[in-house]
């Protein structure tokens, strides 16, 4: 499976406070994450090469405040996510990955 995944991290730093987000690099350079903003669903799509992507190219918050960390399919599809089901699976069957 030519996918990646990354977490990252529920944070709680001087009064600003954010859920963990689960985020899938895929081959066609697409770095996508479903999140709750406010307890309303939305997205992030950004553009990355799949090759050269490191953790450290993309963090939430204008750099500074979640930070990514890579890890394998099996503890990214068992993640569990606050007030909002883990989405990996129905992600990777909408683009055909599985």
């Known amino acids: 499976m030519d996918v990646r995944f990354f977490v990252a991290p529920a944070v709680t730093n ?4 954010t859920w963990k987000k689960l985020f899938v690099l895929t081959k066609d350079d697409e770095l996508y994450c479903e999140y709750l903003e406010y307890n309303h669903p939305a997205t992030v799509k950004k553009n990355f090469d799949y090759a050269s992507f490191k953790s450290s190219d993309y963090s939430w918050g204008a750099g500074k405040f979640q930070h990514l960390k890579e890890f394998d399919y099996e ?16 992600y990777l069957i909408e683009k055909e990955i599985i």
């Open 75 to 90: 503890t990214a599809k068992n993640e569990r996510l606050t007030n909002q089901k883990n989405w990996i699976d129905s």
């Open 14 to 17: 001087n009064g600003l406070n």
